[in-house]
């Protein structure tokens, strides 16, 4: 199991009585994505594997800090050294988080 989470907030204006006052509301929610490793892919090396995501699309170690950087992501996996191999990142990378399935 792998899974990108990327955090966000969104702000709703509820309507109270009077229009002209409207409560704001932030909102934390979080968009989740399974990743999968592909071993038998062409770009895979040495047998890591890649990481695609659910259009099969590579995600790669750069995209992962770049996602991780910019929303302040994370990945969960079940199992924290393949899923870096398959990044090509360190296995103590921030963001990588291990769970038990």
């Known amino acids: 199991m ?3 989470v990327v955090p966000f907030i ?3 204006q509820l309507p109270h009585g009077d229009v002209s006052t409207p409560h704001k509301v932030l909102i934390e929610n979080s968009i989740k ?6 071993y038998e892919h062409t770009r895979s090396s040495y047998g890591a594997g890649v990481v695609l995501n659910c259009d099969s699309e590579i995600f790669g170690g750069d ?4 996602v ?3 929303f302040g992501a994370w990945i969960e996996t079940d199992d924290v050294d393949s899923l870096c191999n398959a990044l090509g990142i360190p296995k103590n ?3 990588i988080i291990g769970v038990k399935d």
């Open 2 to 4: 792998i899974k990108l």
């Open 63 to 66: 995209d992962f800090r770049w």
């Open 68 to 70: 991780s950087d910019k």
């Open 93 to 95: 990378e921030h963001g």
């Open 10 to 12: 969104t702000e709703t």
């Open 33 to 38: 994505a399974l990743l999968h490793i592909d």
